[in-house]
Structures are given as structure tokens and as C-alpha cells.
């Protein structure tokens, strides 16, 4: 019911910039906070970034003082600007989305994922 569109993956340097876009649509009554999390090869799932509607965002330890989250004024959608992009930061990003829908039932909405590769 709710649909997260994200955009924004690809292949980069080390030490370059990346933004990850994600949208979400549906029948949503309010979101409460959305986020990125990733999953590398061989390694569990992980908080990258998450932003609350307040405006509160919470890090990871990996990529503290170099990503940034924030939302649109509209609070549907998150963008995550990747700084100094470091090989260990290569995964599948997940968007997702807290919230709940019009009839009040809470929701937890993942994105289908998009890669991002840091490389020479």
C-alpha cells in the first residue's frame, strides 16, 4: 500500500558524492520517520540514517560526519547526501518508511533496494 521509489545509486571513486532519493506514495496518512538502511555482501542489514518528521536524525557509527539525512518539507521524501565515499561503503541501500495509513494501521515500508558501488 505504501510504494517508496528511490533513486540516486550507482557506481563511484573513493572520495566522492553521492545523493540517494526516496519517495513515498499511497495511502498515508502520516510518516513518522524514514530512513536508509544497507546490507553488503555477506554482512547483515544496517542503519545507515534515519530522519523522525521532527527533523531528528540518528547515524550510524560507520558514516557519521559524512552522510547527511533530511526530508522534504512534505515529509515524503528522504535524501541521504553520501560524502567521502570509502570501497566499504558499497551495498544495497533500502529505503524505508514509518508511518500510518488513512484507516490508522501503523506501517513499515521497504524500498526494492538500489546498489551503490564505490570503486576504482
Known amino acids: 500500500q505504501v510504494h517508496l521509489v528511490e533513486s540516486g545509486g550507482g557506481l563511484v571513486q573513493p572520495g566522492g558524492s553521492l545523493r540517494l532519493d526516496c519517495t513515498a506514495s499511497?495511502?498515508?496518512?502520516?510518516?513518522?520517520?524514514m530512513g536508509w538502511y544497507r546490507q553488503a555482501q555477506g554482512k547483515e542489514r544496517e542503519l545507515v540514517a534515519r530522519i523522525t518528521s521532527g527533523g531528528g536524525p540518528d547515524y550510524g557509527d560507520s558514516v557519521k560526519g559524512r552522510f547527511i539525512i533530511s526530508m522534504s518539507a512534505t515529509k515524503t521524501t528522504v535524501y541521504l547526501q553520501m560524502n567521502s565515499l570509502k570501497p566499504e561503503d558499497t551495498a544495497v541501500y533500502l529505503c524505508?518508511?514509518?508511518?500510518?495509513?488513512?484507516?490508522?494501521?501503523?506501517?513499515?515500508?521497504w524500498g526494492q533496494g538500489t546498489q551503490v558501488t564505490v570503486s576504482s
Open positions: 499511497g495511502n498515508i496518512f502520516t510518516i513518522n520517520a
Open positions: 524505508n518508511a514509518l508511518g500510518y495509513y488513512t484507516d490508522f494501521k501503523s506501517f513499515d515500508s
